[in-house]
């Protein structure tokens, strides 16, 4: 086989649509445009969400969530991750030293039974122990 022989899959093309060949074609008459009107005529565009006029699905349905600009903090059960409570000092980075954090966290709250007695640990200004909030 050289380049010379080479041919293309069977399938792989297709016939050129010729509109606008006559009614026989099938293809004919409005050549596949539909009837008259503003779609059927050269360089036809409408806005993206257009709906002829009808009320547009983005304005008919309601407006749904609300992002607060205040962020929230990252939730840490204490009874669940019993390595918090050996800690000396509790900040940020001693927390992830023990348990894994994103580095986009920038609050964390401990919850549980057994937070409000860490609270004396506490030396970041970004920990707080169920409202709790020492610096």
């Not at 074609?25 to 993206?48: N, Y």
Request: aromatic fraction near 2%.
């Amino acid at each position: 086989m050289g380049l010379e022989n080479l041919q293309k899959a069977n399938g792989s093309t297709h016939k050129t649509k010729r509109v606008g060949r006559g009614c026989g074609s099938g293809m004919g008459k409005t050549a596949t445009r539909g009837g008259k009107g503003q779609t059927a005529r050269t360089g036809s565009h409408q806005k993206r969400g257009f709906e002829g006029g009808q009320q547009p699905l983005q304005r008919r349905l309601p407006k749904v969530g609300f992002t607060s600009k205040f962020e929230k903090p990252y939730v840490i059960n204490v009874e669940k991750i019993t390595a918090l409570k050996e800690l000396n000092e509790i900040s940020i980075e001693s927390i992830k030293s023990v348990h894994k954090l994103s580095s986009s966290v920038k609050k964390v709250k401990l919850i549980g039974a057994s937070a409000k007695s860490l609270a004396s640990k506490i030396k970041d200004a970004n920990v707080i122990t169920s409202g709790v909030k020492k610096s």
